[in-house]
């Protein structure tokens, strides 16, 4: 298993159905602030939930079909990005993110995003990584504009929450040419 630095005393590497028991304590400490947008949190509510959860990435990772990374700081786990669904033929990827509120506002997420999106692009030539956010999601339409994405538009009453309200989905990419002519030296 890889680790890699993303600086402040963290660092990003694969999640694993071995580590259940660290996603739910993580759930547990998080699950209200995370579940406001996202159904991760309604997802893993017990043992046997985040094990079958990273389970079904395992299975992903194994068909190249998407990916899940942990964000630690000190040894801790406070969130995570993913993609949610790969397609090496197409070319194309949907990236993702979650943070418990104890690790907000320290730009891990962005730092991440961009760590997993470069590999995709550069190692596994994706040409188009999407980032789906419910319009008031504000935290995360920021970290797209940070990473250079285009917003393309909104996707109506899209997704169904797990608690019952449909939510506007803000639809956000970006192109591999774009991607490689923006990024500075120090990001690639």
């Not at 956010?133 to 929450?161: D, F, P, W």
């Amino acid at each position: 298993m890889f680790t890699k630095p993303l600086g402040d005393d963290a660092e990003l590497s694969p999640l694993e159905p071995w580590q259940a028991e660290e996603l739910l304590a993580h759930m547990d400490r998080g699950r209200e602030f995370i579940g406001r947008y996202i159904g991760l949190a309604h997802a893993v509510h017990d043992l046997e939930s985040a094990r079958s959860f990273l389970r079904s990435y395992a299975d992903k990772a194994r068909d190249d079909a998407g990916r899940i990374y942990g964000i630690r700081v000190d040894g801790t786990l406070v969130g995570g990005v993913l993609f949610r669904v790969m397609d090496v033929q197409q070319g194309t990827a949907e990236a993702g993110c979650w943070l418990e509120p104890s690790a907000v506002g320290r730009g891990l997420v962005t730092r991440a995003s961009r760590m997993i999106i470069d590999w995709a692009i550069r190692d596994r030539s994706i040409h188009r990584v999407e980032w789906m956010a419910a319009v008031g999601n504000t935290a995360s339409i920021a970290v797209a504009k940070r990473l250079g994405m285009v917003r393309e538009g909104v996707l109506r009453q899209c997704y169904l929450h797990p608690d019952g309200e449909r939510l506007d989905l803000e639809v956000w990419s970006v192109l591999a040419p774009e991607w490689i002519n923006h990024q500075s030296p120090r990001e690639r």
